[in-house]
């Protein structure tokens, strides 16, 4: 009886055992499922209004492992500050990507934040509204899952196709946000031990947009630094006492296309830029993937940081 017993025990924690591995593995590939709203206990309401023609309530799925939010219609900032003492003053305003529709609150938004806290950088995650996508999570899915255009065939083989470009997207709703978020850090800046001299922005994809579209629209934000990771490409105009850039994404990211447009804008413009091309990582990699080059890109940054001086207090 005693080793039938212990077999069994055996045979349930081995089946306990295959069952979180099923999950886990469930829960990481592309497939969209429903997720349970997380919660968020230091999320800071920013006043900033709603979204018209919104039916939808705001509700969270999972993809690659990762907790997502859609249909927002009320944004917030959720601080991560350094243990006591361990602050330097900096501060930065994360805002994750999802093309406007989705937010990647995992991996571009919390991990990336909670990271630059450990080295003494306050974070703040801008949760900012989006135009809306479909009530239920099948059609949402579906939506997701449409056919893409494809670029076009050239017969002239020394030029290079490209997809036509998406309409123009208003984001009047998302710097409202971002300036909203901005006001709010300045105010609690004694509170939050920020140096109002030292507050940047990055962002991922859509983020980077975001970043990109506050840098060059907003009449109150007086950002320090900025950082698009896997943004868009093109070329822009560099408003004047435009601040410092640090720019990354991946050569097999979609929307690299052999781009360097944004880059050039700022060099020409005579304000600091650097921007890091990697071999690999594809779009969507947050902090990074293990095996891809691009895996390193934080500490870069962090670096880049350090040697600029907004990671020290300016002398008075």
């Known amino acids: 009886m005693t080793r039938t017993l212990k077999s069994a025990g055996k045979l349930s924690i081995l089946s306990c055992t295959l069952l979180l591995l099923s999950i886990t593995v469930m829960a990481q590939d592309g497939t969209i499922y429903p997720l349970k709203a997380p919660a968020e206990p230091n999320a800071i309401l920013l006043g900033t209004g709603g979204v018209d023609n919104q039916p939808a309530a705001e509700s969270w799925f999972r993809q690659w492992g990762d907790p997502m939010a859609r249909n927002i219609t009320i944004a917030t900032l959720t601080p991560f500050l350094p243990a006591p003492g361990k602050g330097n003053g900096a501060a930065v305003i994360v805002a994750p990507g999802g093309g406007f529709r989705w937010l990647s609150m995992g991996n571009e938004g919390w991990e990336v934040a909670q990271a630059l806290a450990d080295k003494g950088i306050a974070a703040f995650v801008l949760k900012y509204r989006l135009y809306p ?184």
């Open 133 to 316: 996508t479909p009530e239920s999570l099948d059609e949402f899915t579906a939506w997701m899952n449409r056919p893409r255009p494809t670029p076009p065939a050239s017969s002239d083989s020394s030029k290079t196709a490209t997809a036509p470009r998406p309409p123009q997207m208003d984001l009047s709703n998302q710097l409202a946000d971002a300036e909203a978020a901005y006001a709010m850090i300045l105010r609690r800046a004694n509170e939050w031990g920020v140096d109002t001299t030292r507050i940047g922005m990055i962002g991922f994809s859509a983020g980077a947009g975001l970043t990109m579209y506050s840098t060059l629209h907003s009449t109150t934000m007086k950002l320090a630094f900025i950082g698009p990771i896997y943004g868009g490409m093109g070329a822009v105009e560099v408003p004047k006492n435009a601040p410092p850039m640090f720019n990354v994404i991946a050569s097999d990211d979609f929307l690299f296309g052999g781009q360097f447009g944004v880059v050039e804008s700022w060099y020409k413009s005579g304000t600091p830029v650097e921007f890091h091309l990697y071999q690999n990582g594809g779009h969507g990699f947050g902090l990074g993937n293990p095996d891809r080059t691009s895996n390193g890109w934080f500490d870069t940054f962090i670096h880049w940081m350090d040697v600029n001086r907004f990671l020290k207090a300016k002398s008075k």
